[in-house]
């Protein structure tokens, strides 16, 4: 399984991010039935410690599919009159198109890539009325931006009948997200990135507004019906047979962040992302993300130094086998990106930095 036996890279990229022996070690153990108590222990055996990481009393749920099917199903069940989707890079921006696809109202606030979400703005837009649901994405893979998720969700909650739904997939679990004392209505994130799992599996939880909106709501279909969520996981359960294979590694994953501790492992995070800034900086690269809003787990950095991205990155992949992105969508070439989530530590980040200062020069 280690990647140097099978020659694929050690990834670097945001996601999917390596994966530990201990994760893949955790998904080979026995099949069980999903409708029965050794199920229904596992599952109540990993609500302690994602409660804890989502900042929630409320139940977290498990959902057999990427980020998008929450992201969309969040659309379906909480948009009756209009959603506001704040759109700063490429994954908010493509949650504008999805609300429309899902024959819903839907208004945007547009910023240029790089740039964060003003809560001014929010407020501003929310003033005219009609809304009953924001989207918003907290760390924008793309761009690398962190929006300001404590100014944002204060505005939001100005407006008591709006709902506001956080996209937290290359956040949660590397920086402290507080959903119940910040008042967010859904927080949301595919498995893959922060938490280090292969993908497959979301996770989320809900407020008891945003469950009360959804009873209400017609056309939310089944496989992402929120009321299902609620009423399996009341016992314990999902409403369809889920990726056990992946809720062995959850399990296993959430126990190591509590061994870890989460303030270490923010701590972890924090220290990790510095080490790759500093490592731009030293080689006069700009970050394309603005100061105060750049992400922790990872940097999306500016390519105005005019290197060969492409190139960079293949000889990176072929001298060392680690593997770095050249930049998402229509920022490819002109940013690449690095990621330090997941299980990363000081020594892989060394590794990875001395590969980068040994390839650079020769396209400078
Ligand atoms: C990767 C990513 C997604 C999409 O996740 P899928 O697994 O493709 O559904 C959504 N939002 C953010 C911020 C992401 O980084």
Not at 87 to 101: I, L, N, P, R, T
Not at 162 to 170: I, K, Q
Not at 173 to 195: C, N, R, T, Y
Request: net charge negative; charged share 20%; proline share 4%.
């Amino acid at each position: 399984m280690s990647n140097a036996t099978n020659k694929l890279p050690k990834l670097f990229i945001p996601g999917p991010v390596d994966i530990s022996p201990e994760t893949y070690q955790a998904m080979c153990q026995p099949m069980i039935g999903h409708r029965g108590g050794d199920f229904e222990a596992l599952y109540a055996s990993i609500q302690p410690g994602l409660k804890q990481i989502f900042g929630t009393e409320r139940p977290v749920y498990l959902s057999t599919s990427s980020a998008w099917g929450v992201m969309e199903g969040a659309i379906r069940n909480l948009v009756q009159k209009k959603v506001l989707n704040l759109c700063c890079g490429a994954f908010s921006d493509k949650w504008y198109g999805v609300s429309q696809s899902c024959g819903k109202e839907a208004e945007k606030i547009q910023v240029e890539w790089g740039e964060a979400i003003s809560p001014d703005a929010v407020r501003e837009k929310l003033s005219e009325g009609g809304f009953d649901t924001v989207t918003l994405v907290h760390n924008e893979t793309s761009t690398g931006v962190m929006n300001d998720l404590a100014g944002i969700a204060a505005v939001v909650n100005e407006f008591p009948d709006v709902l506001l739904v956080v996209d937290t997939v290359s956040s949660l679990s590397a920086v402290p997200i507080e959903m119940d004392k910040l008042g967010i209505d859904v927080v949301l994130a595919g498995v893959q990135k922060a938490f280090a799992l292969p993908p497959g599996l979301a996770v989320f939880a809900i407020s008891e507004a945003a469950l009360e909106r959804a009873s209400t709501t017609e056309g939310r279909g089944y496989y992402f019906d929120f009321l299902e969520f609620d009423k399996n996981a009341a016992k314990n359960n999902t409403p369809s047979t889920p990726a056990i294979a992946l809720l062995y590694a959850l399990k296993q994953q959430v126990d190591s962040f509590l061994e870890e501790g989460l303030e270490n492992r923010y701590a972890r995070h924090e220290k990790l992302n510095g080490m790759i800034h500093a490592w731009l900086e030293k080689h006069g690269f700009e970050h394309f993300a603005p100061e105060g809003y750049r992400s922790k787990t990872l940097t999306t950095i500016a390519n105005n130094k005019d290197i060969d991205v492409a190139a960079f990155i293949k000889a990176l992949r072929e001298k060392y086998n680690f593997l770095i992105n050249g930049g998402y969508g229509k920022i490819k070439g002109t940013t690449f990106r690095i990621s330090n989530m997941g299980n990363e530590t000081e020594a892989t980040m060394t590794e990875l930095i001395d590969a980068l200062d040994d390839v650079l020069p020769e396209f400078l």
